[in-house]
């Protein structure tokens, strides 16, 4: 098993950036696949960031350019970089492990507006 704790939602202006983490109980090394999805009001959830655990990375069109997935498996952590905010990009983020099954965060809400 693995708890998923993320930080560093907020509000940003159009145009700004934010750093969103995502703390795991447990190592993460041996995590097949970690992400960053989303979900907005009356909309489904969706992917906008995926890196496994040969750090291969993977974005849909909308985010490509200006979001940026890491991890760093020293301190069981999964960063998201986000420039270039749009008020599309308002939504809650969610963490995502694939271990044997799906495991989430609780969500950070992020909020682009001006």
């Known amino acids: 098993q693995v708890q998923l704790v993320e930080s560093g939602g907020g509000l940003v202006q159009p145009g700004g950036s934010l750093r969103l983490s995502c703390a795991a109980s447990?190592?993460?090394?041996?995590?097949?696949?970690m992400g960053w999805y989303r979900q907005a009001p009356g909309k489904q959830r969706e992917l906008v960031a995926g890196i496994s655990s040969g750090s291969r990375t993977t974005y849909p069109d909308s985010v490509k350019g200006r979001f940026t997935i890491s991890r760093d498996n020293a301190k069981n952590t999964v960063f998201l970089q986000m420039n270039s905010l749009k008020p599309d990009d308002t939504a809650v983020y969610y963490c995502?492990?694939?271990?044997?099954?799906?495991?989430w965060g609780q969500g950070t809400q992020v909020t682009v507006s001006s």
């Open positions: 447990r190592s993460i090394d041996s995590i097949n696949f």
């Open positions: 995502n492990a694939y271990f044997g099954r799906n495991y």
